[in-house]
C-alpha cells in the first residue's frame, strides 16, 4: 500500500501529516509513504527525521501587501504555479499511490490538485475553523474532508464530503499528570503560567512579558512562569530580564524554544499563546485554560476563528492584538490567581471540546476509500 502525503511551510501542518502517516502505520505497517513538500521549508528538515522519505515542488504563497520585494516574491509564486502540477504529476506517477492526503502548506494545492486530476482519490485534513481558499477549491473533488472544528463546515462547498476527525496530537502530551510535570520541572508552589508564540516567537508577546514577570515576581502573588521567546526574541528577551535583574529568579524559565512542551503545558495552570490549530488541539487535549491572542495577519484571519471556538465555549479568554496591552494581561491574571476555579473550569471546558477519538476517526475514513 502507497500512501502519498502533502504538506509544508509550518508545524501546524507538517505535524499532523506525521501524525496521520503514524496512525496509517499502526495499522498497516506494511505501508510506503511518500511526504511531498517544499525545499526551503521546515518540512524539508522535520519530515526525514520522522524517517520518511521526501520529494519536493517548487511552490510558494501570494503576497497580498504591495511593495517592490512582494512584486518579486509574486511573480517567482506564478512561476512555480505554472510549474508545480507538471512536477508533482511526475513525482505521482513514478509513486503510483492509492491516496494522496494534503494537509495544507505551499506544496498541498499542486500535489493534491494534481492527484485529483490523474484520478487518485484524495483526502485533505483542514485544521482551522475558517478554512483557506486552496482547500476549498480542491474539496470539490476530495474523496472527504477532514474537519478539525465542525465550525469550519459551513465555509465548504454545499456538496463537499466532510467529517470532523479532530487534529491528532501526539500520545504524549496525555501521558503527564500536573503534579508528575511539576515534580519534573522542580516547580515551586503557585500558579504556573506558559507563554510561547511559536517557534519564530511572537514579538507582541515577547514586548509584554519580561514587564509580567516582573511584575507577579514583586507581587504577593507566588506564580511560575515558563515562557519562549523563539528565533526572532532571542536578541531582546534575555537582555530585557537582565536589564530588569530578574534573569536567575527560580520561578521563571525562559528559553529560544521549549523541548520538553508535554511537560510544561501538563504543568501550566494557563496558557497564554495564539491559536494556531494545533497549539488549540493540545490545549484541549490536556484540559487547561488559555489567554489567546490571535496572529492578526493569518490567512482568511484563521487564528481569530481557531480562538473563538474555545472563546465561546468559555475555555479560552480572546485577546486582539490590537487590544493587548500590559493592563488587561495583568487583570486577567491577578483575577484568576484570586479565583484559580476560574481557570479550572475553563481547562474542563476546553477538554470537553476534544475528540478523543480522532486516531480512530482518521484511520477510517482512510480505510473506507482504501476499501480495507
Known sequence: MKILIACGGTGGHINPALAIAEIISEHLPEAEFLFIGTPDGMEAELVPAAGYEMDFVQSAGFQRSF???????????????????????????????????????YASGPVIRAAQQMGIPTVIHEQNAYPGVTNKLLAKKAAIVMLTFEAAKKYFPEQTNTCVTGLPVRGSMTRCTREEARAKLGI????????????????????????????????????????????????????????????????????????????????????????????????????????????????????????????????????????????????????????????????????????????DRIWNVVKDILKL
Not at 75 to 81: E, F, G, P, S, T
Not at 243 to 260: F, K, M, P, Q, W
Not at 313 to 328: C, E, G, H, Y
Open 67 to 105: 511593495s517592490l520585494e512582494n512584486l518579486a516574491k509574486n511573480a517567482k509564486a506564478v512561476r512555480y504555479l505554472v510549474t508545480a502540477g507538471g512536477h508533482a504529476k511526475n513525482i505521482i506517477r513514478g509513486f503510483q499511490p492509492q491516496i494522496a492526503i494534503g494537509t495544507g502548506g
Open 188 to 359: 515551586k508552589d503557585g500558579m504556573t503560567i506558559l507563554s510561547f508564540g511559536g517557534s519564530q516567537g511572537a514579538k507582541c508577546l515577547n514586548d509584554l512579558m519580561p514587564e509580567l514577570m516582573q511584575w507577579h515576581l514583586e507581587s504577593d502573588m507566588q506564580i511560575n512562569h515558563i515562557h519562549a521567546f523563539g528565533v526572532h526574541g532571542r536578541d531582546s528577551v534575555p537582555q530585557e530580564l537582565e536589564s530588569r535583574g530578574i534573569s536567575d529568579n527560580a520561578r521563571l524559565r525562559v528559553t529560544e524554544y521549549i523541548h520538553d512542551m508535554e511537560i510544561c503545558l501538563a504543568a501550566a495552570d494557563i496558557v497564554i499563546s495564539r491559536s494556531g490549530a494545533s497549539t488549540l488541539s493540545e490545549l484541549e487535549a490536556v484540559g487547561r485554560a488559555s489567554i489567546l491572542i490571535p496572529y492578526p495577519f493569518a490567512a482568511e484571519d484563521h487564528q481569530y476563528h481557531n480562538a473563538m471556538v474555545l472563546g465561546n465555549a468559555n475555555a479560552a479568554i480572546v485577546i486582539v492584538q490590537k487590544d493587548l496591552t500590559i493592563d488587561i494581561l495583568k487583570d486577567h491574571i491577578r483575577r484568576i490567581y484570586e479565583n484559580q476555579e476560574e481557570a479550572e473550569q475553563m481547562g474542563r471546558n476546553a477538554a470537553a471540546l476534544y475528540a478523543k477519538d480522532t486516531n
